[in-house]
Protein backbone atom coordinates (compact mmCIF):
# COMPACT_ATOMS: atom_id res chain seq x y z
CA UNK A 1 0.00 0.00 0.00
CA UNK A 2 0.82 3.65 -0.15
CA UNK A 3 3.12 4.91 2.53
CA UNK A 4 4.21 8.45 3.95
CA UNK A 5 7.47 8.10 5.97
CA UNK A 6 10.14 10.53 7.70
CA UNK A 7 13.86 10.31 7.45
CA UNK A 8 14.73 11.56 10.87
CA UNK A 9 13.12 10.33 13.71
CA UNK A 10 14.70 12.48 15.96
CA UNK A 11 15.52 16.29 15.64
CA UNK A 12 17.47 18.19 18.79
CA UNK A 13 17.89 21.69 17.95
CA UNK A 14 19.21 24.65 20.02
CA UNK A 15 16.82 27.39 21.31
CA UNK A 16 16.90 30.01 18.21
CA UNK A 17 17.93 28.01 15.61
CA UNK A 18 16.23 27.00 12.39
CA UNK A 19 14.54 23.48 12.54
CA UNK A 20 13.99 21.77 9.61
CA UNK A 21 11.68 18.08 9.34
CA UNK A 22 11.45 16.04 6.08
CA UNK A 23 8.92 14.12 4.97
CA UNK A 24 9.01 11.62 2.21
CA UNK A 25 5.59 10.15 0.37
CA UNK A 26 4.78 7.27 -2.24
CA UNK A 27 1.55 7.79 -3.27
CA UNK A 28 1.56 9.97 -6.36
CA UNK A 29 -2.34 10.69 -6.66
CA UNK A 30 -1.97 12.59 -3.16
CA UNK A 31 -2.80 16.13 -3.47
CA UNK A 32 -3.09 17.54 -0.09
CA UNK A 33 -0.27 17.43 2.60
CA UNK A 34 -0.66 18.78 6.18
CA UNK A 35 1.53 18.82 9.45
CA UNK A 36 0.55 18.17 12.53
CA UNK A 37 2.33 18.73 15.88
CA UNK A 38 1.82 16.73 19.09
CA UNK A 39 2.49 17.40 22.70
CA UNK A 40 2.72 14.74 25.32
CA UNK A 41 -1.07 13.69 26.41
CA UNK A 42 -2.95 15.98 23.30
CA UNK A 43 -4.34 15.66 20.10
CA UNK A 44 -2.53 16.76 17.00
CA UNK A 45 -2.68 20.15 16.32
CA UNK A 46 -2.54 21.35 12.71
CA UNK A 47 0.08 23.61 11.75
CA UNK A 48 0.07 24.23 7.92
CA UNK A 49 -1.44 22.47 5.00
CA UNK A 50 -0.35 22.51 1.05
CA UNK A 51 -2.15 21.25 -1.78
CA UNK A 52 -0.58 19.42 -4.15
CA UNK A 53 -0.61 22.52 -7.02
CA UNK A 54 1.48 24.87 -4.55
CA UNK A 55 5.53 23.90 -3.81
CA UNK A 56 5.73 26.39 -1.10
CA UNK A 57 3.19 27.80 1.82
CA UNK A 58 4.18 30.07 4.69
CA UNK A 59 2.71 30.54 8.24
CA UNK A 60 3.17 32.15 11.34
CA UNK A 61 7.59 31.08 11.78
CA UNK A 62 6.71 28.19 9.45
CA UNK A 63 7.12 27.29 6.03
CA UNK A 64 6.17 24.30 4.19
CA UNK A 65 8.04 22.93 1.02
CA UNK A 66 6.50 20.17 -1.48
CA UNK A 67 9.01 18.69 -4.42
CA UNK A 68 6.52 16.54 -6.27
CA UNK A 69 8.88 15.50 -8.62
CA UNK A 70 11.20 13.39 -5.68
CA UNK A 71 7.93 13.10 -3.24
CA UNK A 72 9.23 15.16 -0.74
CA UNK A 73 7.60 17.36 1.61
CA UNK A 74 9.50 19.33 4.52
CA UNK A 75 8.66 21.67 7.26
CA UNK A 76 11.13 24.75 8.49
CA UNK A 77 10.15 26.04 12.03
CA UNK A 78 12.31 29.37 12.40
CA UNK A 79 13.64 30.78 15.35
CA UNK A 80 13.03 27.37 17.48
CA UNK A 81 11.25 27.80 20.69
CA UNK A 82 11.40 25.13 23.86
CA UNK A 83 7.22 25.02 23.25
CA UNK A 84 8.16 23.20 19.85
CA UNK A 85 9.17 20.43 21.32
CA UNK A 86 6.38 17.83 20.28
CA UNK A 87 6.35 14.88 18.05
CA UNK A 88 5.98 16.48 14.26
CA UNK A 89 3.55 14.34 11.96
CA UNK A 90 3.05 14.68 8.14
CA UNK A 91 -0.03 13.53 6.63
CA UNK A 92 -1.68 13.14 2.84
CA UNK A 93 -4.50 12.45 1.50
CA UNK A 94 -4.77 11.61 -2.10
CA UNK A 95 -8.54 12.58 -2.33
CA UNK A 96 -11.05 10.70 -4.40
CA UNK A 97 -11.76 7.60 -3.01
CA UNK A 98 -10.18 8.14 -0.19
CA UNK A 99 -11.79 11.28 0.54
CA UNK A 100 -10.90 12.08 4.47
CA UNK A 101 -8.40 9.32 4.69
CA UNK A 102 -5.34 11.10 6.10
CA UNK A 103 -2.23 8.36 6.24
CA UNK A 104 0.09 10.12 8.87
CA UNK A 105 3.74 9.44 8.58
CA UNK A 106 5.62 8.13 11.72
CA UNK A 107 6.26 10.73 13.36
CA UNK A 108 9.44 13.10 14.07
CA UNK A 109 10.35 13.97 17.89
CA UNK A 110 11.86 17.44 18.13
CA UNK A 111 13.53 18.71 20.81
CA UNK A 112 14.60 22.45 22.01
CA UNK A 113 17.03 22.91 24.29
CA UNK A 114 17.12 26.47 25.74
CA UNK B 1 -15.86 27.60 18.52
CA UNK B 2 -12.96 25.90 17.21
CA UNK B 3 -12.80 22.81 19.45
CA UNK B 4 -13.49 19.05 19.56
CA UNK B 5 -14.23 17.61 22.97
CA UNK B 6 -14.12 13.76 23.91
CA UNK B 7 -15.24 12.40 27.09
CA UNK B 8 -14.08 10.66 29.09
CA UNK B 9 -10.24 11.63 29.27
CA UNK B 10 -9.41 8.15 30.78
CA UNK B 11 -11.31 5.22 30.31
CA UNK B 12 -10.26 1.96 32.41
CA UNK B 13 -12.48 -1.31 31.48
CA UNK B 14 -12.22 -4.42 31.72
CA UNK B 15 -12.81 -7.39 28.92
CA UNK B 16 -16.30 -7.99 29.57
CA UNK B 17 -17.67 -4.32 30.04
CA UNK B 18 -19.76 -2.07 27.71
CA UNK B 19 -18.70 1.53 27.32
CA UNK B 20 -19.07 4.54 24.96
CA UNK B 21 -16.50 7.36 23.80
CA UNK B 22 -17.96 10.33 23.13
CA UNK B 23 -16.89 13.11 20.56
CA UNK B 24 -18.43 16.60 19.99
CA UNK B 25 -18.06 19.63 17.68
CA UNK B 26 -19.51 22.46 17.06
CA UNK B 27 -18.09 24.28 13.91
CA UNK B 28 -20.50 23.02 11.57
CA UNK B 29 -18.53 20.01 10.15
CA UNK B 30 -20.51 17.68 8.32
CA UNK B 31 -17.54 14.75 8.02
CA UNK B 32 -16.28 13.35 11.74
CA UNK B 33 -13.48 10.91 12.48
CA UNK B 34 -12.14 8.18 14.71
CA UNK B 35 -8.42 7.39 15.06
CA UNK B 36 -6.42 5.33 17.42
CA UNK B 37 -3.09 5.95 18.38
CA UNK B 38 -0.69 3.34 20.50
CA UNK B 39 2.24 4.86 21.97
CA UNK B 40 4.82 6.02 20.03
CA UNK B 41 3.04 5.53 16.47
CA UNK B 42 1.34 7.61 14.53
CA UNK B 43 -2.73 8.17 14.55
CA UNK B 44 -4.48 5.15 12.21
CA UNK B 45 -7.94 5.52 10.94
CA UNK B 46 -10.98 3.76 12.26
CA UNK B 47 -14.08 5.59 10.66
CA UNK B 48 -15.07 7.90 8.93
CA UNK B 49 -18.21 9.53 8.85
CA UNK B 50 -19.68 12.18 5.81
CA UNK B 51 -23.07 14.08 6.62
CA UNK B 52 -23.69 11.62 9.85
CA UNK B 53 -23.26 8.19 7.33
CA UNK B 54 -20.65 5.74 7.72
CA UNK B 55 -18.75 6.17 4.73
CA UNK B 56 -15.37 4.48 5.50
CA UNK B 57 -14.90 1.73 8.01
CA UNK B 58 -11.04 0.24 7.68
CA UNK B 59 -11.79 -3.06 8.52
CA UNK B 60 -12.12 -2.07 12.42
CA UNK B 61 -13.33 -5.45 14.92
CA UNK B 62 -16.67 -5.34 15.58
CA UNK B 63 -16.29 -4.99 19.15
CA UNK B 64 -15.75 -1.40 17.73
CA UNK B 65 -19.08 0.19 16.93
CA UNK B 66 -19.31 4.04 15.77
CA UNK B 67 -22.68 6.17 16.10
CA UNK B 68 -23.11 9.45 14.69
CA UNK B 69 -26.85 10.35 16.00
CA UNK B 70 -26.39 13.90 14.70
CA UNK B 71 -23.80 16.44 12.70
CA UNK B 72 -22.64 17.87 15.94
CA UNK B 73 -21.63 13.97 18.36
CA UNK B 74 -19.90 10.78 17.22
CA UNK B 75 -19.75 7.99 19.96
CA UNK B 76 -17.94 4.68 19.41
CA UNK B 77 -19.44 2.07 21.76
CA UNK B 78 -16.65 -0.26 22.79
CA UNK B 79 -17.48 -4.00 24.07
CA UNK B 80 -15.23 -7.17 25.01
CA UNK B 81 -12.34 -5.43 23.99
CA UNK B 82 -9.03 -6.76 24.23
CA UNK B 83 -5.58 -5.75 26.14
CA UNK B 84 -4.09 -4.82 22.93
CA UNK B 85 -6.78 -2.29 22.50
CA UNK B 86 -5.15 -0.40 25.23
CA UNK B 87 -4.44 3.36 23.11
CA UNK B 88 -5.55 6.57 22.75
CA UNK B 89 -8.22 6.95 20.51
CA UNK B 90 -8.80 10.57 18.62
CA UNK B 91 -11.87 12.26 17.32
CA UNK B 92 -11.37 14.80 14.64
CA UNK B 93 -13.96 16.74 12.58
CA UNK B 94 -13.51 18.38 9.07
CA UNK B 95 -15.67 20.16 6.42
CA UNK B 96 -16.89 17.64 3.70
CA UNK B 97 -17.86 17.67 0.56
CA UNK B 98 -15.47 17.70 -2.58
CA UNK B 99 -11.39 18.37 -2.09
CA UNK B 100 -9.33 17.81 1.14
CA UNK B 101 -9.83 19.08 4.19
CA UNK B 102 -8.11 20.13 7.43
CA UNK B 103 -9.13 18.00 10.22
CA UNK B 104 -9.49 19.19 13.82
CA UNK B 105 -8.86 17.01 16.62
CA UNK B 106 -9.73 16.31 19.96
CA UNK B 107 -7.81 15.90 22.84
CA UNK B 108 -8.61 12.14 23.08
CA UNK B 109 -10.06 9.43 25.34
CA UNK B 110 -6.84 7.39 26.96
CA UNK B 111 -8.06 3.81 27.25
CA UNK B 112 -6.93 1.40 29.55
CA UNK B 113 -8.25 -2.55 29.22
CA UNK B 114 -7.54 -4.73 31.86
Known amino acids: GESVGLHLPTLSVQEGDNSIINCAYS??????FIWYKQESGKGPQFIIDIRSNMDKRQGQRVTVLLNKTVKHLSLQIAATQPGDSAVYFCAENSGGTSYGKLTFGQGTILTVHP | DTEVTQTPKHLVMGMTNKKSLKCEQHMGHRAMYWYKQKAKKPPELMFV???????INESVPSRFSPECPNSSLLNLHLHALQPEDSALYLC?????????????FGPGTRLTVL
Open chain 1, 27 to 32: NSASDY
Open chain 2, 49 to 55: YSYEKLS
Open chain 2, 92 to 104: ASSKAGQGSNEQF
